[in-house]
Every structure is written in C-alpha cells, then in structure tokens.
C-alpha cells in the first residue's frame, strides 16, 4: 500500500455531471513535474472537488489503479459520489453536484476526513480490520477482561497457576520425580501434580541398576555360558551342565574337581556329575574347588570297596550335609546279597536257570503250562496262545503238526483221518457255559481238500474234542455237542468252501452261512463274542459282525478251545496269537 502523501491541486478538464462516473484532469503532475501511477498513489484515493470561491464542496471516491486515465479520453474511475462529511465511505445524503471544467479545483490524497479515519488514533476507540505486522512487540497494560492483549510477563505469571495438572486422560501440569520417588513409586509429588520420569533420574533409580549387563543378555540369546557374574541359565547351558560336570584328574582315592562357576560352599542337596580319572582300592573322598576333601560314600555312610568306581567312569555324588554319596552303586551289591542270603542256590545253579531254552529249571522247580498259558486278565480269567500253550495233539494217517510262529495242521489222506488241537478242559465252579468268553484268532485255509471227500473242521470252544461229522459241510447238516464257533468245511466233488457261524446247547443247533466274510486263501480274522448274560453269541470276521445268534445257547461246566478237523489234504494254520477272555 502506498503512503498518504500529498499532491498539487488539480483543475478539472472535463465537465462532471452530478451521475458521472469518470474523472478528466488537466494533468497528473507530480511536486517533480512527473505524471502520478498507481504504485505511488492508494488503491482507494479520497478525492475532492470545490469551486473556487470555495463555496460548494463533494468528496469522491477513486480507483487509484486509473489514475493515468485521468489525462486520456478514458478518464479515471469513480467509485463513489457524494461522501459524507464526517467520514464513512458509503454515498450519503450530501448532494452530488454538477462540476464545471476549468473551473473545479481538483484536491487528490487531500486531507478528507475518510483518510484521517484510517489513520490510528491515540485517544478514540478504533476498530482495525486487516492484519498489522510490527517490527517490535508493543507495550500493553496488564489485561483485565477475557478479549485483552496480554503481555509476556502477565502470560508467565499466569500459564502454571490456573493449568490443570495432568492425568491418563487430561493434558496438564506435572512434576518431575526424582530417583528416590521412582523408587518409591509415588505418584504425586509436593505441589500434588503427577510425577513424571527424567531419563537422569531413571538412570539413578533400582530399574536401571536391575538392567541386565551384557553378559547376561548375551546369556539370554544363548550365546554365552554362566559365571559368577552372569546369573541366567540358558536352554542349552542346561544340557551343557557346565555347572554340575567336572573331569578328575587326580590319583586313586583322593579325587577332586573343579567347576564353573565355583561354589562357595559346600550346601546339603548339592549334586555333582564326575568323570572319575582312576579306579578306587577302597574308601575315598572328593574336593569339589577346593572347599575340603570330603568323603565318598554307598547306600548311604557305607564306605566304598575296591573297584566301586572304575576309572574313566562317569558318577554322580549327592552331599547329604555330611558326605558325597555316590549314586547307584549298591544297588546290584545289596540284591545280590539279599538273594544269596535268602536261599541255598550257588552262582552255577542261577546260571543254569537263567540259560534260556536249555535251562533245566524244572530239575529245580516245575512248571504247569496251563498254568503259564492261563493268567489274571483284571480278575478275569485269560488264555494266551503260543507254540507251547499246553494244547493236546491229536495227529491221524499221515496228519502233521507243527508248532512255530504259527500252528499248521495238515489233516492227513485218510477217510477217517482228523488232525486236530484241543484245551484241557477249564470250566468247573468258576468258568463254565453261563460265563461271558471272547475269543479272538486269525486263520487261513491254504490248501482245498480233496473233491471225492466231504469233510469238516472247527475253530472254536466245544465240549467235545472230536470234530464236527462229515455232515457239517453243507448249511442243513446238524452238530449238537455244545459248542461255539465257526465251522469251515468242503464239500465233496464241487470244490466249494464254506464257513457257518455256528452254537448249539447239546440237543440243537444254531447255524448261519457266513462265507461270504471271508476269503478262503487269504489271512482272516474271527471273534467270537459270547454273552451268556444276555443269551447272545455274536461273531466276526475280518472285523464286520456276519451273525447274531440268541437261540439254542450253550449252558452248563465244561468248556474247551479246540482247532482242527478231518478233511483230508487240507491245510490249516493258526497265528499263535490267539486269546480267550473268560469274565466271571
């Protein structure tokens, strides 16, 4: 903006009307005689005109960026005609006059009161718009009301006092904590503000001296090993057991050994693995880093004997808050002594015992096989097949057994030939028909028997330890002995296979054609579920259940297991792990 300034009188070139809206001077003359432009003159130049015997006056608003049209046929612009006396830049109610060229005396910049209005006053209430920079701060009384300036001293004074203090949710004043009020935890301090941390304080505080060091971080990735000055124990410092682990290096008896980090005492508990660097000839001690030579003891405060410790052997010895008892030593020591103390048996006869297949332990003491072959199953009686389960053979013309990892009967060439396995008998007072048995064996049928030749075989529990007549080997034939299981049979002339689950109760029998759940030359699994509680006998193959059966249930004391039959040229293997659970 332009300063105010003042300027030669003008005349006016041009007729004005009392409308007219353009300003002609006869020239635009500077105090230098240079024509006046608008970086020299106000935007807005107050402007005015009188007559020359100074007896009609109107003031006028102009574009000062026109003010060179003042002298051209352009004409500078007029804002504003006619106003007020007293100031205001709005038309007011003055006349507007008609103004003769060469005659009007033309005022620019003139002392008009709308230009003194926008002069700052010392004494009069002002409004300024606008923004005003200073190039110093000014001076302000002390401010009285909410809308005052304040100065900087009064700021000072005031911010503090009426701030609120800080808390979680609210900006405000707080105190600085020292290391003790760290410490301590406080958490306002003497002007009732909240405390708050200063890096220098913390570091004078318990929470920096808790920091870990170096070494104990490094310790914590797992890159060192524990010392004295490195408390953390890592993972794999754990199964270093740098702490507890020590070789001997010292002659027979007085061992010692050093460890990482060094104890400080000796403390009741405290264990050591040792690598013993020589045999012992009789009682010894240890110096763990020497804190004392201690003794070495077994099964308590028993000293040690010659060759306890063997040399290259790794121990451990545990401090009973007297003595380094060295671990497992007397445990062979004492049971060996207890079994030859107890009885009159010699080292040859323990040997002879134990020498497996050979052993003549029966020359000793004997042995009933049912009695190994039958066990307590959770009070439960239990038959457990092997190749030495006690079963009676029964081998006819030509018919061979062979007991190994898996029973093969092979049922001879003749027509009255019947190869077969049975129990003795198990029932009596406490097992019989009216018990619930499960019975589980795998089987295979390898070889067919012969086509002229009808026959039948069981695998089962029966009374009786002949096998099922020829007539068993087609679904309408009948065996009433009281048994309970599967009946495999070939039919003369046809080459067909067939298995019946199969029960009667001495008089009648319950028979249903299962073949179709097995494969003949293949491996098969069976299980006989019988529940006599509830009158039923269910059977498997292979896992699936091929019958239910609930009439004609066996009663009564006299059970057996039996395999076999009499079809000749036929081939059975049983696996010998087979298993019959009797449930009282």
């Known amino acids: 903006m332009a300063k105010v300034r003042t300027i030669p009188t003008k005349i006016l070139n041009q007729r004005l009307t009392s409308t007219g809206t353009k300003l002609f001077l006869s020239d635009i003359d500077d105090w230098d005689g240079v024509d006046l432009t608008s970086s020299v003159v106000p935007a807005l130049m107050y402007v005015t005109l009188r007559n020359s015997n100074r007896t009609q006056l109107e003031i006028i608003e102009v574009d000062g960026t026109t003010i060179a049209d003042a002298i051209t046929s352009t004409g500078a612009t007029i804002n504003k005609r006619a106003l007020g006396y007293e100031g205001g ?30 002069m700052l006053d ?3 209430a002002q409004t300024v718009t606008g923004v005003k920079t200073f190039s110093a701060s000014p001076i302000a009384p002390t401010p009285t009301t909410a809308t005052q ?82 408390l953390f124990i890592t993972q794999s410092d754990l199964q270093k057991s740098d702490e507890i682990y020590s070789a001997d290096a010292e002659a027979s008896d007085t ?21 013993f660097n020589t045999a012992n000839t009789g009682a010894a001690t240890i110096n763990v880093d020497a804190k004392g030579a201690k003794n070495i003891t077994k099964a308590g405060a028993t000293a040690l004997a010659t060759g306890d410790i063997l040399a290259g052997q790794v121990g451990t010895i545990v401090y009973d808050g007297t003595q380094f008892q060295l671990q497992g030593v007397s ?49 439960d009686f239990l038959f457990i097949g092997s190749k030495d389960d006690g079963l009676t053979e029964s081998i006819d013309t030509n018919g061979t057994i062979t007991r190994n990892f898996m029973t093969t009967i092979i049922v001879g060439s003749g027509n009255t030939a019947g190869t077969k396995l049975w129990s003795a008998n198990f029932g009596g007072t406490e097992y019989d028909w009216d018990n619930k048995y499960t019975f589980y064996f795998s089987a295979i049928q390898t070889t067919k028997g012969a086509d002229n030749r009808t026959g039948a075989g069981f695998w089962g529990l029966s009374d009786d330890t002949n096998t099922p007549p020829d007539s068993e080997s087609t679904p309408t034939g009948a065996w009433i002995v009281r048994h309970a299981g599967f009946i495999r049979s070939h039919k003369a002339n046809s080459g067909e296979y067939y298995v019946f689950a199969s029960n009667a109760d001495g008089s009648t029998q319950t028979k249903t054609d299962v073949s179709a759940g097995a494969t003949f030359t293949n491996w098969n699994n069976f299980k006989i579920d019988f529940i006599n509680t509830t009158g039923t006998i269910k059977y498997y193959i292979n896992d699936v259940l091929v019958a239910t059966h609930t009439t004609n249930i066996p009663t009564g004391d006299v059970t057996r297991i039996q395999f076999g039959g009499d079809t000749p040229y036929c081939t059975d293997t049983i696996q010998n792990n087979y298993q019959l659970v009797a449930t009282r």
């Open 89 to 118: 830049t709005t038309t007011a109610t003055e006349t507007a006059y008609e103004w003769n060229d060469n005659e009007t005396y033309v005022e620019l910049c003139s002392d008009t009161p709308q230009i003194l209005e926008n």
């Open 122 to 124: 010392k004494d009069r």
């Open 149 to 230: 300036v304040a100065i900087k001293s009064y700021v000072d004074g005031v911010a503090l006092v009426s701030a609120p203090d800080m808390d979680l949710t609210t900006k405000g004043v707080g105190e600085e904590a020292t290391a003790a009020e760290i410490n301590a935890g406080t958490q306002t301090g003497g002007t009732s503000a909240q405390l708050v941390v200063n890096p220098k304080y913390l570091k004078d505080s318990i929470y920096y001296t808790q920091l870990p060091t170096a070494d104990q971080k490094a310790a914590l990735a797992g890159t060192t090993t524990p010392s004295a000055s490195n």
């Open 255 to 275: 061992y010692a050994i050093t460890t990482s980090p060094a104890i400080a005492a000796y403390a009741t508990g405290m264990a050591f693995r040792v690598k």
């Open 331 to 379: 445990l062979y020591e004492a049971e060996a002594g207890a079994v030859f103390a107890a009885t009159d048996i010699t080292g040859a006869e323990l040997e002879t015992l134990s020498s497996g297949e050979t052993s003549n332990a029966d020359t000793k003491h004997t042995h009933s096989l049912g009695a190994i072959a039958k066990g307590s199953y959770n009070g």
